[in-house]
C-alpha cells in the first residue's frame, strides 16, 4: 500500500500563495488518481481538486477554480496543489488522497496523507 507524505501549508496574508506537495512511498505513483481535500473546524471534508493517473484530467471544487492548480510529476512520485489568490475562508486542514482504482470521478480512496494546516488572514 502507498504511503502519502505531505509537505508546504503554513500561514499566508489573504491574496497571497502557497504550494502544497504530495509525496508517494512505496508504490509508483502513477498508478494511482489523487485528490485534495480540506475540513475546516467545525465542518465537514470538502473536496478541492482531483487529478487523473497520468495528469491529463483535473477537476476542481467552484470555490477555488481559477485560483488553485492541481498537477503532478510522477517521475518524482509528487502531486502539487498550487494556491493563489487565498482567501480566509480557505483555511483549513488539507489533505491529499490516492486510489489506485476507480475512475477519476469516484469518491472512494484507499490512502490519505497526515493532513497540512492551511490558515490565511487578512
Known amino acids: 500500500q502507498v504511503q502519502l507524505v505531505q509537505s508546504g501549508g503554513g500561514l499566508v496574508q489573504a491574496g497571497g500563495s502557497l504550494r502544497l506537495s504530495c509525496v508517494a512511498l512505496?508504490?509508483?505513483?502513477?498508478?494511482?488518481?489523487v485528490g485534495w481535500f480540506r475540513q475546516a473546524p467545525g465542518k465537514e471534508r470538502e473536496f478541492v481538486a482531483r487529478?487523473?493517473?497520468?495528469?491529463?484530467?483535473?477537476d476542481y471544487a467552484d470555490s477555488v477554480k481559477g485560483r488553485f492548480t492541481i498537477t503532478r510529476d510522477n517521475a518524482k512520485n509528487t502531486v502539487y496543489l498550487q494556491m493563489s489568490s487565498l482567501k480566509p475562508e480557505d483555511t483549513a486542514a488539507y489533505y491529499c488522497?490516492?486510489?489506485?482504482?476507480?475512475?477519476?470521478?469516484?469518491?472512494?480512496?484507499?490512502?490519505w496523507g497526515q493532513g497540512t494546516q492551511v490558515t490565511v488572514s487578512l
Open positions: 512505496g508504490r509508483a505513483f502513477s498508478e494511482y488518481r
Open positions: 488522497a490516492a486510489a489506485d482504482y476507480g475512475p477519476l470521478w469516484s469518491t472512494e480512496y484507499n490512502a
Open positions: 487529478i487523473s493517473r497520468i495528469g491529463s484530467l483535473t
